[in-house]
């Protein structure tokens, strides 16, 4: 682990939100408010800026409650080491997510198990709505056991995006910003999924999940191999993602990823 991996990191967490967010400063956090996207936001440390304090911390928990929006706050606990304790002291629940980057030299051959999203594909709206809807059935069952939740949940989750998301949606996939894939079994269309997001030369795999019924056969590892592969070839030096849990992370270091540093997400208790 390296300073400079870090600081690549900081600077990709910042620049992501910032072409669809309305952006809030507290002293040492930013409160980032969703604008043309249906997905909420968070706050976190100003890059470079000063430590936070428990008073910005409180600050921005009622500026979000007062906009009705997601207490929720995420950076990297080895750049903002204080910031972890003030979070607990507040009532809020932290998660610890182990935060790894590929090693290009580890990355699994590829396979034919998965297979990215083509914007001009005719397809293409069907498989973004497929891709979301294998998302909200796996991690509604979270970690890697086998289920009975499989594609008859999956279908009752199927909900064609609208046209301005899907609009959205498309242009960032033409423009290089994102990549979603998916891998299918035969008879039963897409199982798992995943998506990256990029700015510059960083690229961050995000929403990888699998139907309960179809774990344990290698499908989210070969969507998140085909993912990093994908975005070595569109350009991107680093990739890297969070994982929900140790198990997981097992999943993605089989992959060719490496642990170097903590991911910290926080929100009130359930």
């Known amino acids: 682990m390296t300073d400079d991996l870090l600081n690549r990191l900081e600077h990709f967490y910042d620049a992501v939100p910032r072409d669809r967010a309305k952006v809030e400063r507290h002293g040492g956090l930013e409160l980032f408010l969703k604008q043309n996207t249906p997905y909420p936001f968070y706050a976190r440390p100003v890059l470079g800026g000063p430590a936070p304090t428990a008073a910005d911390l409180a600050a921005v928990r009622a500026r979000q ?10 950076w990297v606990d080895e750049t903002t080491p204080g910031l972890l304790p003030l979070a607990e002291a507040s009532g809020l ?88 894939a998916f891998a299918e079994l035969p008879g039963q269309g897409a199982v798992a999924s995943g998506m990256y997001q990029r700015a510059g030369d960083v690229a961050e ?43 997981v992370a097992r999943v993605y270091e089989r992959q060719g990823f490496v642990r170097v540093a903590t991911a910290c997400i926080a929100d009130p208790p359930a």
């Not at 409650?65 to 995420?74: G, I, K, N, Q, T």
Request: charged letters at 25%; proline letters at 5%; hydrophobic letters at 45%.
């Open 205 to 247: 795999i995000v929403g990888v999940a699998t139907l309960p019924s179809a774990r344990r056969r290698g499908l989210g590892g070969a969507v998140t191999a085909l993912l990093a592969r994908h975005a070595l070839a569109q350009g991107a030096r680093t990739v890297f993602l969070s994982a929900a849990s140790e198990d």
């Open 65 to 74: 409650r007062e906009l009705d929006v997601p207490e929720s706050f995420e």
């Open 93 to 180: 629940t932290v998660l610890r997510a182990p935060l790894l980057v590929l090693d290009p030299a580890r990355l699994t051959a590829a396979t034919d198990l998965a297979r990215i999203v083509d914007a001009d594909d005719p397809d293409a709206a069907a498989q973004l709505a497929a891709v979301a809807a294998v998302a909200h059935v796996g991690f509604s069952s979270p970690g890697t056991g086998v289920g009975d939740a499989g594609i008859t949940e999956r279908d009752t989750a199927l909900s064609d995006p609208d046209g301005d998301t899907l609009a959205r949606q498309l242009a960032d996939i033409r423009d290089g910003v994102r990549a979603n």
